[in-house]
């Protein structure tokens, strides 16, 4: 299973795959971090349609076209804000990965890149969100295809070394 999961260090703006996931408000209507890449990197038209889905709750996601992206699919996802781990964070944090691979199995999505949601500006622990994340992602792909590529896109060093060891630790295997 840990052979369908890669690890890297990255951009994720320039991924080449179906899809990829944008670490998205509940507005929907862009922000800084990589929501604020994404947008940039896709054009206003992404905004556009955006504007068109009236928001996303927490732990939910939505899909939008990638416009000016390599990615065709953009899927928004709401992570949690931290505050402590006593407002269901963890749970709110699974669901962004549970609907994103929900609605990129929906949508044909063979391959969908992850950036680390809610480890930046909503400030959730990044081993905790790694082990979230990777056990969340098996769970789905064990007995469902499509997707058959989760691809991790870590914007600095730390945030590669916590998914890589959480893949390792949880995938029992090396990321290819
Ligand atoms: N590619 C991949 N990862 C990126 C990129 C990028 N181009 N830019 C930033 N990141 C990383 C950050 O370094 C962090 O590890 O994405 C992770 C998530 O950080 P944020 O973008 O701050 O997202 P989050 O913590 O979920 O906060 C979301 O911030 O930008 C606003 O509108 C957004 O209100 C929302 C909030």
């Known amino acids: 299973m840990g ?3 890669d690890v890297i260090q990255g951009d ?10 944008n670490a998205a408000n509940t507005t929907l209507l862009g922000g800084g971090g990589v929501d604020g890449a994404i947008h940039r990197a896709a054009g206003p038209r992404l905004l556009e349609e955006c504007r068109s889905l009236g928001g996303c709750p927490t ?9 000016d992206l390599p990615a065709r699919w953009v899927i928004h996802t709401v992570g949690p804000v931290w505050s402590g781990g006593r407002r269901d964070e963890d749970g ?4 962004c990965y549970r609907s994103s691979l929900a609605l990129a199995n929906g949508q044909g ?6 950036p680390s949601i809610s480890t930046g500006a909503y400030r959730f ?5 790694a082990a979230i994340a990777v056990e969340e992602t098996l769970r789905f792909l064990t007995g469902t295809t499509p997707p058959d ?5 870590c914007f600095d060093l730390h945030t590669y070394e916590c998914y890589r ?7 029992g295997g090396r990321p290819s």
Do not use: W
């Not at 732990?59 to 416009?67: D, E, K, N, P």
């Not at 622990?125 to 969100?129: D, F, I, K, L, Y």
């Not at 590529?149 to 896109?153: C, H, I, K, N």
């Open 12 to 21: 994720i703006t320039k991924c080449n795959v179906d899809a990829i996931v």
């Open 59 to 67: 732990g939910q996601a939505r899909l939008t076209q990638g416009y």
């Open 92 to 95: 709110l944090l699974a669901g």
């Open 3 to 5: 052979d369908r999961i």
């Open 109 to 114: 999505v063979e391959s969908i890149a992850f």
């Open 165 to 171: 060891s959480a893949v390792e630790r949880l995938a």
């Open 125 to 129: 622990p990044v081993e905790r969100a």
């Open 149 to 153: 590529r989760v691809t991790f896109v």
